[in-house]
Each structure stands twice: as C-alpha cells, then as structure tokens.
C-alpha cells in the first residue's frame, strides 16, 4: 500500500484505509488527546504537560540512557545531578512544545503569534524583501517545525527534508500539520535533489544539522566537550541552491507559555571555507543555539553513534 502521494517535487501524505484497524486505535487516542490539549488555555496543560511528561521520563528507560550518555560525553564536567536535570526539563518540554504545534496545526496562526518573541528577525526580513534564497540550519530541538509552520502562514514558501516515522499514522498527521500552510516536504530517503530543486525555485529550505550520517562523508569534529561525526553539507548546499545559511532554534518557555525564535546572523564566511571548517562551523553554530537552554534540544537521539577507529559507540557500551 502506497504511503503518499507521489509527486515530482514534494512528499504528500496520504490517508489509508488500515489507519482505522483497531492497531491504531491507540495511536488515535494520542492524537484526539493533542487536539483537546490544542484548545486547553495554556496555563492549564503546560504545568500538566510538565508533570506528565517528567513522569514519562523516568519510565522511558532506553530513551533516558541515551540522553544520559550523550550529555555525559558533551558535558563532561557537569555534576551527574546537573545532567538529570536537564533530562527531567527536557522530556517536560518535549509535550508541551508538541501542544504548541497542535495548536498551530488546529487553530488561527494569529493566535499563536500573539504568543512568539522573534530574536533577529530583522535580518531574514531583510533577506526576504530583496529576494534572497535562504536555507535555516536548524538544530534538533522540540518545537523544531514551529518557526517554518509560521514563516509559510505568513506567506514564505517553505520546504524541509524530514525522516518518516516508524508509526504510519503518527507520520500521516505529522506531516498533514506541517503542511498546513503550504510549503514542501521532502523525504530524506528520496534524496536530495529535490530539495535543492525547491531552494534553487525559491523556496527558503529547512534543513537540520545533527544527525549522524556515518563516518564515510563526515568529518570528526569538535560538539561540546567531545566530537561528532557530522556531515558538511551545508556548505555544498549553500553554493548549488545559491543560498544563505541562517542559524536559527526555537525555545519554548513554560513559565510565560511563550516561544522564543533564536536567529543567528548568517553563515556567509563558509563560502570559502573547506570541509573541515565548515563541519566544526556547524557544530559551533549549535553550541551557540543550544547552550543556553539545553532542555530544548533532543538529547534522545543517537547524536554520537559513529566514532573514531577504535573507540566503541557510546550506546552498546555496558559500562554506562
């Protein structure tokens, strides 16, 4: 069974007939929960979001270990309780930034907007009225398709490179909110191309840096207080889409329920830069972005999988 629409350019999500077989009718229950929890005023569902999703936490075992390894290589130096902390923020925020997006996804944007500080915001604007093509280097935090949901519902075309998620549904309304305002999704597993075809026609690209790709196109570089295999990308993407890079992070605040839009001013000394260079830039760039507000980001991830010859991966180690 076909899982989209099949188009030249762009992913398009495509309901299917087994999303009613009673396998998902669990899957349906979180998705009901998420669009109520759209229209629950804010004071409300983030402190029990908070409380839930701590909770979730300390039960989600594997999911928490990796957190604790990533943060123990990046932070070497930091107080075991420190990191468990962060870990707690973390999965307390990871729910009440996807509420936010339900919101979004559900309701007027200008509603949403009442309630977004933008940081920076002049230079894009700037980009933007002159024409500019413009990728977003975009570290892996919770309220990551934020900040591209509201540039589209102002009228910027959009497009972004997303991995499918295990659950068919869950991929099927992801993805049906993202595209909410227009704009275009490309599957990593359709390759590149398309997305560089979107940039090239004007559409301001998305694109995410931190992911592990291997060692065999990556370069091993310096990421908080260890090093990660990270792919240079950006840099042959900025000179084949004829493109800026802008650095950009979104912060949820539970406190005052209110999103924080960090834009960086943009990468253009890459231009010249080789591999290396422009490897490390990107690593530092999410140091900057990341390391005020640590619980924003998704330590879960297998940030750290490929390693020097030699070295064992972090998450098959038994010792941690």
């Known amino acids: 069974m076909e899982k989209q629409k099949k188009s030249a ?8 007939k087994s999303f009613l077989h009673p396998r998902y009718w669990g899957s349906w229950l979180g998705v009901l929960t998420f669009a109520v929890l759209a229209w629950t005023p804010t004071a409300i569902r983030d402190p029990l979001l908070g409380a839930l ?22 932070f070497p130096d930091m107080p075991p309780v420190d990191r ?33 500080d933008w940081h920076g915001k002049e230079s894009i604007d700037e980009m933007r009225a002159s024409g500019e093509k413009v990728i977003f280097l975009v570290p892996h935090g919770w309220a990551v398709d934020i900040p591209a949901m509201l540039m589209a519902a102002s009228g910027q ?4 490179v997303f991995h499918n ?21 490309h599957a990593r597993n359709d390759g590149i191309k398309p997305f560089i075809s979107s940039v090239r026609q004007g ?8 992911q592990d790709h291997g060692a065999e196109h990556s ?9 990660k295999a990270t792919l240079p990308a950006i840099g042959r993407l900025m000179k084949v889409c004829r493109a800026r890079v802008v650095p950009l992070f979104p912060v949820y605040n539970a406190r005052t329920h209110r999103l924080d839009i960090h834009i960086r001013p943009p990468m253009d000394d890459l231009l010249e830069a080789d591999d290396r260079t422009i490897a490390r830039r990107m690593n530092e760039e999410v140091e900057i972005l990341v390391g005020p507000n640590p619980e924003q980001y998704t ?20 010792d941690l």
Do not use: H
Request: glycine share 8%; charged share 30%.
């Open 219 to 227: 370069e091993f570089v310096d990421f908080f207080g260890t090093y």
């Open 165 to 185: 998620q295990g659950n068919q549904l869950f991929d099927y309304i992801w993805n049906r909110v993202r595209r909410r305002f227009g704009g275009r999704m």
């Open 84 to 116: 468990e902390a962060i870990i707690d923020r973390m999965f307390e925020t990871a729910p009440q930034a996807m509420a936010m997006m339900a919101e979004l996804g559900l309701r007027d944007p200008k509603k949403v907007l009442r309630r977004v």
């Open 53 to 74: 999703g701590r909770a979730a936490g300390r039960l989600a075992k594997s999911a928490r270990r990796r957190a604790r390894i990533n943060l123990l290589y990046c």
């Open 203 to 210: 559409y301001w690209g998305y694109y995410l840096p931190d």
């Open 9 to 16: 350019n762009e992913f398009i999500p495509a309901f299917q």
């Open 157 to 160: 075309k959009m497009a972004a």
């Open 299 to 318: 330590w879960l991830l297998k940030l750290l999988k490929t390693r020097k010859a030699g070295e064992p991966e972090p998450y098959v180690r038994k």
